[in-house]
């Protein structure tokens, strides 16, 4: 049996359920992004990108990588490795870590709804200021909520509103379907949705037709007082064209994501009116390292064996 070279972000110690390199023939290599890599790249057969690293460190070993056939993010989105996917060989396939995520981003995605909506930065400064600030504050009841982006991760969220008793919610995707819960819209039909709904949640994926999705245009098709969310990509939405709307106080935003990203300081959206940021945290939490451990095992199980792996989104060609 020749032996097949994997790179790992997490130490291969650390996870349970690998393959023994004995009986697969698999070596697994450490690397998490430093400038000296574990080994020959060209020995490289399967390649999990380090997670939250950037699209520098990424693509970086890519180009030397001969003989990769699996490249596994640890995220959701690909876009972070899709620059460098030109410089492989056909036949590679490019794997994300559906599953991985869902809950947690489901969560913020919540969280962000209800803090925003109930007034929780507000309370927070009041608190800090020792000021009251009672009175009638939006609920999330009876609200309409437009999800954009109706993959696994826009199900999960559309899963954790069902208690909130939302009066209505409105799926987006790329092309139309039906799901279980009902109709799943297509992108096309942004412009007659949008003047509809309360809450309009961004979970889509990066692409060239998505970035800058939410443009002036979208924007000014959102009602009066509607919460804008992104728990996607910073580039989906235009900040200029966003910041435009909230500083008139007519919509409001929380943001998971911006665009730059880190928000450098002193960036107008720090301190813009009825905004809400947290610093790209939707999927890094506790259950991170154990649900990126089982993929990671079962993957490279499937993989020594030579079955078909799970979440393959492209193949390269």
Same mark, same amino acid.
């Given at each position: 049996?020749?032996?097949?070279?994997?790179?790992?972000?997490?130490?291969?110690?650390?996870?349970?359920?690998?393959?023994?390199?004995?009986?697969?023939?698999?070596?697994?290599?450490?690397?998490?992004?430093?400038?000296?890599?574990?080994?020959?790249?060209?020995?490289?057969?399967?390649?999990?990108?380090?997670?939250?690293?950037?699209?520098?460190?990424?693509?970086?070993?890519?180009?030397?990588?001969?003989?990769?056939?699996?490249?596994?993010?640890?995220?959701?989105?690909?876009?972070?490795?899709?620059?460098?996917?030109?410089?492989?060989?056909?036949?590679?396939?490019?794997?994300?870590?559906?599953?991985?995520?869902?809950?947690? #981003?489901?969560? $913020?995605?919540? @969280?962000?709804? *209800? %803090?925003?909506?109930?007034?929780?930065?507000?309370? =927070?400064?009041?608190? !800090?200021?020792?000021?009251?600030?009672?009175?009638?504050?939006?609920?999330?009841?009876?609200?309409?909520?437009?999800?954009?982006?109706?993959?696994?991760?826009?199900?999960?969220?559309?899963?954790?509103?069902?208690?909130?008793?939302?009066?209505?919610?409105?799926?987006?995707?790329?092309?139309?379907?039906?799901?279980?819960?009902?109709?799943?819209?297509?992108?096309?039909?942004?412009?007659?949705?949008?003047?509809?709904?309360?809450?309009?949640?961004?979970?889509?994926?990066?692409?060239?037709? #998505?970035?800058? $999705?939410?443009? @002036?245009?979208? *924007? %000014?098709?959102?009602?009066?007082?509607?919460?804008? =969310?992104?728990?996607? !990509?910073?580039?989906?939405?235009?900040?200029?064209?966003?910041?435009?709307?909230?500083?008139?106080?007519?919509?409001?935003?929380?943001?998971?994501?911006?665009?730059?990203?880190?928000?450098?300081?002193?960036?107008?959206?720090?301190?813009?009116?009825?905004?809400?940021?947290?610093?790209?945290?939707?999927?890094?939490?506790?259950?991170?390292?154990?649900?990126?451990?089982?993929?990671?095992?079962?993957?490279?199980?499937?993989?020594?064996?030579?079955?078909?792996?799970?979440?393959?989104?492209? #193949?390269?060609?």
């Amino acid at each position: 049996m020749t032996a097949a070279d994997v790179w790992l972000p997490i130490p291969a110690d650390e996870i349970d359920g690998l393959p023994e390199p004995a009986a697969s023939g698999l070596n697994y290599r450490f690397w998490d992004g430093g400038d000296d890599f574990p080994a020959d790249p060209a020995d490289c057969a399967f390649y999990v990108v380090p997670y939250m690293k950037g699209t520098e460190i990424a693509v970086r070993p890519l180009a030397a990588m001969a003989s990769v056939q699996v490249v596994q993010t640890l995220s959701a989105g690909i876009d972070h490795v899709q620059p460098g996917l030109g410089s492989l060989h056909p036949g590679v396939r490019l794997c994300n870590a559906r599953g991985v995520h869902e809950a947690s #981003t489901a969560e $913020l995605t919540l @969280a962000l709804i *209800l %803090a925003s909506l109930r007034g929780i930065p507000r309370f =927070v400064e009041g608190q !800090r200021q020792e000021e009251w600030h009672a009175g009638f504050y939006p609920a999330l009841a009876d609200k309409s909520v437009l999800i954009v982006g109706y993959g696994s991760i826009g199900a999960a969220i559309e899963d954790r509103l069902a208690p909130f008793e939302c009066a209505r919610v409105a799926r987006v995707a790329r092309s139309a379907r039906t799901t279980e819960r009902g109709e799943v819209h297509p992108l096309s039909q942004l412009p007659a949705l949008l003047p509809e709904a309360d809450v309009v949640i961004l979970s889509t994926p990066l692409t060239p037709a #998505t970035h800058h $999705l939410a443009n @002036a245009g979208f *924007l %000014a098709r959102m009602k009066d007082g509607a919460l804008l =969310v992104n728990v996607a !990509r910073g580039p989906v939405v235009d900040t200029k064209s966003l910041l435009e709307e909230v500083e008139t106080g007519r919509i409001t935003a929380a943001l998971d994501v911006t665009d730059p990203e880190p928000l450098p300081a002193g960036h107008p959206l720090w301190h813009a009116p009825g905004v809400l940021i947290s610093p790209h945290v939707g999927g890094s939490t506790s259950a991170f390292l154990p649900r990126a451990k089982r993929l990671l095992a079962g993957q490279l199980t499937r993989f020594a064996a030579g079955e078909a792996l799970r979440n393959v989104v492209l #193949t390269t060609e």
